[in-house]
């Protein structure tokens, strides 16, 4: 018999990057009780890993839970970019309902689209949270209007249309039902989510059943699978199997070592847990997303959609430069192979293929900030290591026809600079669908444009708009390849001899270009130390001294002014460099190289490709 357990209730928090999701679970757990009165605490407090704190993004969904009327409330923090998308597929099968979080300036956004269609598939009832309703250019009677149209956009039901609406300020910790009246506290987000999101139901006398939605990993307990419970009942050292929707000889039995729940931002050590309740489980070694675990006698594997597959791939390479191993700790091959199997552990759109050579490995990811995100992690673990560009990944259609991944692109610009960008993304075969007046003195350019299109983009965008403009972007499937792209059209400065930076090097070399290193550093042959203002690569001598004779005393280069250099962020340097070079990582350093040191070697091979 079917039950509905109702001191529970699992909600996810849904939105575009940017919009307030986790400075919203912030006050709610604030207001919930759950940090003492004195405590201090950090913004965006479920943002625990290092990358996400800098950049302000949430990469990882995050679990909590809060009490509130006797009620205890699962909350999923999950994120916002287009990159993590599968992260955000998953969890909503742990969920009966989600907030669904707009900002009250800007209003619906590309993922804030994809989120809600994906909640809709799945039915969940939706409450509408329009956030930040306290910035001065706040427009959220506009703002609840454009949000009825994206529902009616996307077929949404007469029930889905009826959502509430909550008008909130995530900042200020205050909510309320009608924006006449001013509230103190977050009660009528509390209130809403218990009248309108639905209690768990499920068989608490089936047998068991729990799909694995998020895989969490620890150093010391291994695997930690996060599921919810849909039937029956999970205890401490019971017998389950292991069974799959998409495979169906998985069939294997194991054993629960250790139960927990969350409560406030801790795991609670619990013995036994009923319908409804999102659990983690550790103690199972092969434990993978989209698994069931069930009773042996009745195994049953609930549907799980399957994950998106990867649109971009790059090569993590063994350092090979005259540099290499002076910064890593972990150099060699198995380190690097190693690192990337234990990251496939908890990241389900990452693909690692071995290739060829022993030396290196294709990774292929969702986007270039996912693959961003895994260089950035490595580089502070103590790795050492080269990338290649980003490349796309191609299919064939049943007549054999390339096809490659497109992307929509939704970009505001103010008005001057739309003609800037329509050039360059024209240019970069991409295709304008729609124009619109935005907000203010904006326009809303949509583009449909071949992700590969996109690598390398960012930063000229930035520049191009002067540090005005919003690019989002959200994958649209494949469709024909749409021909050759010239990435690039500036040259690379290239050093010619190994040794230090010398400024008198470098002052004749920075008439050539733009540089990247200052005096001092090291350099090698066939390292990237600059950027020409030309379309060829241009050799320089950055270790040139001057010689010295009787009438010229060494003090005499006391006048030399460098032009600062260009430092350029890990993301610049994957954006920067072409198919013919490398991206060396160390912990202490970026540096961009030729794949062929050798300059003659590298000659010969240009002149192959012509």
Same mark, same amino acid.
């Given at each position: 018999?079917?039950?509905?357990?109702?001191?529970?209730?699992?909600?996810?928090?849904?939105?575009?990057?940017?919009?307030?999701?986790?400075?919203?679970?912030?006050?709610?757990?604030?207001?919930?009780?759950?940090?003492?009165?004195?405590?201090?605490?950090?913004?965006?407090?479920?943002?625990?890993?290092?990358?996400?704190?800098?950049?302000?993004?949430?990469?990882?969904?995050?679990?909590?839970?809060?009490?509130?009327?006797?009620?205890?409330?699962?909350?999923?923090?999950?994120?916002?970019?287009?990159?993590?998308?599968?992260?955000?597929?998953?969890?909503?099968?742990?969920?009966?309902?989600?907030?669904?979080?707009?900002?009250?300036?800007?209003?619906?956004?590309?993922?804030?689209?994809?989120?809600?269609?994906?909640?809709?598939? @799945?039915?969940?009832?939706?409450?509408?949270?329009?956030?930040?309703?306290?910035? %001065?250019?706040?427009?959220?009677?506009?703002?609840?209007?454009?949000?009825?149209?994206?529902?009616?956009?996307?077929?949404?039901?007469?029930?889905?249309?009826?959502?509430?609406? =909550?008008?909130?300020?995530?900042?200020?910790?205050?909510?309320?039902?009608?924006?006449?009246?001013?509230?103190?506290?977050?009660?009528?987000?509390?209130?809403?989510?218990?009248?309108?999101?639905?209690? %768990?139901?499920?068989?608490? #006398?089936?047998?068991?059943?729990?799909?694995?939605?998020?895989? #969490?990993?620890?150093?010391?307990?291994?695997?930690?699978?996060?599921?919810?419970?849909?039937?029956?009942?999970?205890?401490?050292?019971?017998?389950?199997?292991?069974?799959?929707?998409?495979?169906?000889?998985?069939?294997?039995?194991?054993?629960?070592?250790?139960?927990?729940?969350?409560?406030?931002?801790?795991?609670?050590?619990?013995?036994?847990?009923?319908?409804?309740?999102? =659990?983690?489980?550790?103690?199972?070694?092969?434990?993978?997303?989209?698994?069931?675990?069930?009773?042996?006698?009745?195994?049953? +594997?609930? +549907?799980?959609?399957?994950?998106?597959?990867?649109?971009?791939?790059?090569?993590?390479?063994?350092?090979?430069?005259?540099?290499?191993?002076?910064?890593?700790?972990?150099?060699?091959?198995?380190?690097?192979?190693?690192?990337?199997?234990?990251?496939?552990?908890?990241?389900?759109? @990452?693909?690692?293929?071995?290739?060829?050579?022993?030396?290196?490995?294709?990774?292929?990811?969702?986007?270039?900030?996912?693959?961003?995100?895994?260089?950035?992690?490595?580089?502070?673990?103590?790795?050492?290591?080269?990338?290649?560009?980003?490349?796309?990944?191609?299919?064939?259609?049943?007549?054999?026809?390339?096809?490659?991944?497109?992307?929509?692109?939704?970009?505001?610009?103010?008005?001057?600079?739309?003609?800037?960008?329509?050039?360059?993304?024209?240019?970069?075969?991409?295709?304008?669908?729609?124009?619109?007046?935005?907000?203010?003195?904006?326009?809303?350019?949509?583009?449909?444009?071949?992700?590969?299109?996109?690598?390398?983009?960012?930063?000229?965008?930035?520049? #191009?708009?002067?540090?005005?403009?919003?690019?989002?972007?959200?994958?649209?499937?494949?469709?024909?390849?749409?021909?050759?792209?010239?990435?690039?059209?500036?040259?690379?400065?290239?050093?010619?001899?190994?040794?230090?930076?010398?400024?008198?090097?470098?002052?004749?070399?920075?008439?050539?270009?733009?540089?990247?290193?200052?005096?001092?550093?090291?350099?090698?042959?066939?390292?990237?130390?600059?950027?020409?203002?030309?379309?060829?690569?241009?050799?320089?001598?950055?270790?040139?001294?001057?010689?010295?004779?009787?009438?010229?005393?060494?003090?005499?280069?006391?006048?030399?002014?460098?032009?600062?250099?260009?430092?350029?962020?890990?993301?610049?340097?994957?954006?920067?460099?072409?198919?013919?070079?490398?991206?060396?990582?160390?912990?202490?350093?970026?540096?961009?190289?030729?794949?062929?040191?050798? +300059?003659?070697?590298?000659?010969?091979?240009?002149?192959?490709?012509?």
């Amino acid at each position: 018999m079917k039950q509905v357990r109702e001191d529970v209730r699992n909600v996810a928090i849904i939105a575009h990057v940017d919009h307030g999701k986790t400075t919203l679970v912030d006050e709610l757990l604030k207001q919930s009780g759950v940090f003492r009165e004195n405590q201090e605490v950090a913004e965006r407090v479920m943002d625990s890993n290092a990358i996400e704190r800098e950049r302000g993004i949430t990469i990882l969904s995050k679990n909590t839970a809060v009490t509130y009327k006797g009620t205890k409330i699962n909350i999923i923090d999950t994120p916002g970019h287009a990159d993590f998308g599968g992260e955000v597929e998953r969890v909503l099968k742990m969920v009966n309902g989600v907030i669904l979080v707009v900002d009250a300036f800007e209003g619906p956004m590309p993922q804030t689209k994809f989120v809600l269609k994906k909640a809709l598939e @799945l039915n969940l009832a939706v409450i509408v949270c329009i956030n930040k309703c306290d910035r %001065p250019e706040a427009r959220p009677e506009d703002v609840v209007d454009e949000v009825l149209e994206l529902f009616l956009d996307l077929d949404a039901n007469d029930e889905q249309l009826d959502c509430p609406f =909550v008008f909130a300020s995530a900042k200020s910790g205050t909510a309320t039902l009608n924006l006449t009246v001013k509230n103190k506290d977050m009660t009528p987000l509390f209130d809403t989510i218990l009248s309108h999101i639905p209690a %768990p139901e499920g068989d608490p #006398d089936a047998g068991t059943q729990i799909l694995i939605s998020t895989i #969490d990993y620890n150093e010391y307990v291994g695997r930690i699978g996060v599921g919810k419970v849909d039937n029956g009942t999970i205890k401490v050292n019971q017998e389950v199997v292991i069974v799959n929707h998409h495979e169906p000889d998985k069939f294997k039995k194991v054993k629960v070592s250790k139960l927990y729940e969350f409560d406030g931002l801790n795991k609670v050590e619990v013995e036994s847990a009923g319908i409804g309740s999102i =659990v983690a489980l550790s103690g199972i070694a092969d434990l993978h997303i989209g698994d069931t675990l069930c009773s042996p006698e009745s195994p049953t +594997p609930i +549907p799980f959609q399957k994950i998106s597959e990867p649109t971009i791939a790059m090569h993590f390479i063994v350092n090979d430069s005259p540099l290499a191993g002076q910064e890593g700790k972990f150099v060699t091959s198995r380190h690097i192979k190693d690192r990337l199997m234990r990251e496939l552990n908890t990241d389900v759109s @990452l693909r690692v293929e071995e290739t060829d050579s022993t030396d290196s490995f294709k990774v292929s990811g969702r986007g270039e900030l996912h693959l961003s995100v895994l260089i950035e992690n490595m580089r502070r673990e103590g790795y050492e290591f080269a990338v290649s560009k980003a490349e796309v990944l191609y299919h064939t259609d049943e007549n054999g026809k390339k096809l490659e991944p497109m992307e929509l692109a939704y970009i505001d610009v103010p008005d001057e600079f739309s003609g800037a960008v329509i050039q360059k993304l024209s240019e970069r075969k991409g295709e304008l669908l729609n124009m619109s007046q935005a907000a203010g003195s904006y326009t809303r350019l949509e583009f449909s444009i071949p992700s590969r299109g996109l690598i390398g983009y960012r930063g000229e965008f930035m520049t #191009d708009t002067k540090g005005n403009g919003i690019m989002n972007t959200i994958f649209n499937g494949y469709g024909p390849f749409k021909g050759d792209i010239q990435y690039r059209k500036l040259g690379s400065l290239i050093a010619f001899e190994a040794g230090e930076a010398i400024t008198y090097g470098l002052f004749n070399a920075q008439e050539r270009g733009t540089l990247f290193i200052g005096p001092g550093e090291k350099v090698y042959s066939g390292m990237v130390v600059g950027q020409t203002g030309k379309a060829e690569d241009i050799e320089v001598n950055v270790c040139k001294t001057k010689h010295l004779t009787n009438t010229r005393s060494s003090s005499a280069d006391d006048a030399l002014r460098l032009v600062p250099k260009r430092i350029l962020s890990l993301e610049q340097c994957l954006e920067f460099i072409d198919t013919d070079e490398l991206l060396e990582v160390t912990p202490k350093s970026l540096r961009i190289r030729k794949k062929i040191l050798d +300059p003659t070697l590298r000659k010969r091979a240009s002149f192959k490709n012509k």
